[in-house]
């Protein structure tokens, strides 16, 4: 069974910058993917980010390219968002989750097997 804790939200002003940390626990195997999505209040779950574990290839949503960036420390089995130049609708619930990388998109939600709690991100004007 695989955990995932997320951490690193916050309140910051417009322009400014937050790394998000997801801490895994259990067994992720080589062949999964790991993403973040986001949440805000309305509207559906977006996916942001992802890495494939395997390859180490990265994907982002057309809104956050070349502002985030996702990466992962395997020895400390950490995935990080770094997220520059925040603007106000970034603000969301920031999700981290998991799932093999053979199923399904890796922006579509319910793909997914493992999902953490979630931390939010707030960005003011």
């Known amino acids: 069974q695989v955990q995932l804790v997320e951490s690193g939200g916050g309140s910051v002003q417009a322009g400014g910058s937050l790394r998000l940390s997801c801490t895994a626990s259990?067994?992720?195997?080589?062949?999964?993917?790991m993403a973040w999505f986001r949440q805000a209040p309305g509207q559906e779950r977006e996916g942001v980010a992802v890495?494939?574990?395997?390859?180490?290839?990265?994907e982002y949503v057309g809104s956050v390219e070349g502002r985030f960036d996702i990466s992962r420390d395997s020895g400390k089995n950490v995935l990080y968002l770094q997220m520059n130049s925040l603007k106000p609708e970034d603000t969301a619930m920031y999700y981290c989750?998991?799932?093999?990388?053979?199923?399904?998109?890796?922006?579509?939600?319910?793909?997914?097997?493992?999902w953490g709690q979630g931390t939010q991100v707030t960005v003011a004007s």
């Open positions: 259990g067994v992720i195997q080589n062949s999964f993917l």
């Open positions: 890495l494939y574990l395997a390859s180490g290839r990265t």
């Open positions: 989750a998991a799932k093999p990388w053979y199923r399904g998109t890796w922006y579509t939600s319910s793909d997914y097997s493992f």
